[in-house]
Nanobody
């Protein structure tokens, strides 16, 4: 079992930046493939970014590529999402997730709200 807690959300103007963090409870954090997802009101949850276990390969959704950067610190059991050049359409609840096998996500955080004003 992995407990995930997101932080860093808030209100920002368009063009601004936010850095989300996700803290994991387990010392074996490095064995999990980590991802960020988001869900806007009335919409389905969308993939934002993911990062592999130790080699640090990264993957991004089309709408955030070039603006968002995912990173991880296995020593601190954390994963971050640096979000730059934010747009109103980035407004959503952002969720951190952990995957054991690297395919489906097994554990989810409660989410953190990001609101981008125009």
């Amino acid at each position: 079992q992995v407990h995930l807690v997101e932080s860093g959300g808030g209100l920002v103007q368009a063009g601004g930046s936010l850095r989300l963090s996700c803290a994991a409870s387990r010392q074996s954090f490095g064995s999990y493939f980590m991802g960020w997802f988001r869900q806007a009101p009335g919409k389905e949850r969308d993939f934002v970014a993911a990062i592999s276990r130790s080699e640090g390969r990264t993957y991004y959704g089309h709408s955030v590529r070039g603006r968002f950067t995912i990173s991880r610190d296995n020593a601190k059991n954390t994963v971050h999402l640096q979000m730059n050049s934010l747009k109103p359409e980035d407004t959503a609840v952002y969720f951190c997730a952990a995957s054991v096998q690297g395919s489906e996500y097994d554990y989810w955080g409660q989410g953190t709200q990001v609101t981008v004003s125009s």
